[in-house]
Every structure is written in C-alpha cells, then in structure tokens.
C-alpha cells in the first residue's frame, strides 16, 4: 500500500515569511496529491491539489510542487498570516482499483507568530 | 450547496457499549469514506463506500463496520467499545472517483469512559 512521508512536524514562522511542507510517497501509480489544512475542534479543509500531469499549482499565496521521479510534493505558503496557523496534511491516494482511500502524513502543526 | 454533515458532533460513552455514528454527504456525491484520528495515530482509513458497496476496508478490527443508504447516506457502527476508540471519526465526501476531491465533515467526537 502507500506510504506518506511528511516533514517537519512542527513549523514556527514570523508572521510575512515563507512557509515549506514536504511529503514523500511510495507508490509510483499515485497521480493526485491533496493537502488539507485542519483547525482546531474542525475537520479537515482541502486547500489545494495537484495532479500528476502538472509539475506545480498555485492558488494565491499558496502553491503545491510536485516531483514524480523523486516521488515528492511539497506545499508552499507564502507571506503568512496568523490565520494561516493550523496542522497541514499532505495525503496521496490507495492505487486499489475500484476505491478511494487516501493514505494521510502525519501532519505538520504550523504556528505563525505575528 | 451544503456540506458534508456528521452527527452528532459530541459523544460519551461506556465502554463496553456501542455507538452509531452518521454522515451525510455532499448532494451527488456517492462515495463515503470514514476516518479515525487519534493525536498517536494520525487519520487512519477506516473503509469506504460506493452506491451502497463496501469498496474497501482499512485495518480495524470486525467491531467497526458501516453501511451506506440508497440517498448515499452513511453510517458506522463501533461494538464493544474500548477506551482505544476514543477518538474523531471523520467521513469524507467523494464523486467516487481516484483522483478527485474528497471533502469532510466536522467530525464527531467520540469519547469512552
């Protein structure tokens, strides 16, 4: 099965600066990677994804990267802002014919410091 | 459009009990998924299904188990419980397809005491 990597797990930054998660995949057959961004006491929020068919998104100050050789994506968050504080996880699909499962990271808790 | 609804959003129980849980998906979506985070284990996949099938099961135990309504509707079933289940049990909302979004509900906070 698939197995997610995802780095760091905590990720303090001043309030204007950059932000950068990365992750790490196993199974070469995946082609869509999900990031979501989950607030304390609330459920997961897709913020943005890639396909396997593009080497980058960007979505306002927020863009996702994507290597299939090396088999890594990585979210970047640009000028942060407090609101921006939250756990981020990466996810990659179970290539199991006939079903969706998405095999999560473990997460990284980003705190924004103004 | 609504969203993905889970209810209820809070729950206490014994151990040794059982709960229901439910969740409705997003209008025209046909695939549910179910979700298990705990702060030690992460989101781990519980199963998923599709027009009322059981695609696909994660690794629990047969305690866990679910099912899925003709309106795309679902629920899952803890039995038994143990104080290891205390956890949030997200579900998720798919079209059904591999690559594309999946969208989940608040959760539901279960705990046993």
């Known amino acids: 099965g698939e197995n997610v990597e995802q780095h760091p797990s905590t990720l303090s930054v001043q309030e204007g600066d950059s932000a950068v998660i990365k992750c790490t995949y196993s199974?070469?057959?995946?082609?869509?990677f999900p990031w979501y961004k989950q607030e304390l006491g609330k459920g997961p929020q897709l913020i943005i994804d890639?396909?396997?068919?593009?080497g980058e998104k960007k979505d306002q100050r927020i863009a996702v990267t994507l290597n299939k050789t090396a088999k890594h994506f990585s979210l970047h968050i640009t000028e942060t802002q407090p609101e921006d504080s939250a756990v981020y996880f990466c996810?990659?699909?179970?290539?199991?014919?006939?079903?969706?499962?998405?095999?999560f990271g473990k997460g990284t808790k980003l705190s924004v410091i103004p | 459009k609504a969203g993905v609804t889970q209810t209820p959003r809070y729950l206490i129980k014994t151990r040794g009990q059982q709960v229901t849980l439910s969740c409705s998906p997003i209008?025209?979506?046909?695939?549910v998924s179910w979700y298990q985070q705990t702060p030690g284990q992460g989101l781990q996949f519980l199963f998923e299904?599709?027009?009322?099938?059981?695609?696909n099961k994660g690794n629990f135990p047969g305690r866990f188990s679910g099912r899925q309504f003709s309106n795309s509707r679902s629920e899952m079933n803890v039995s038994t419980l143990e104080l290891g289940d205390s956890a949030l049990y997200l579900c998720?909302?798919?079209?059904?397809?591999?690559?594309?979004?999946?969208?989940f509900g608040q959760g539901t906070r279960l705990t046993v005491v």
């Open positions: 996810a990659a699909p179970h290539s199991g014919a006939g079903s969706y499962q998405l095999t």
């Open positions: 199974d070469s057959a995946s082609n869509y």
């Open positions: 890639i396909r396997s068919n593009v």
């Open positions: 209008s025209g979506h046909r695939s």
């Open positions: 299904y599709f027009s009322e099938t059981q695609r």
């Open positions: 998720a909302s798919n079209k059904g397809g591999g690559d594309t979004e999946a969208f």
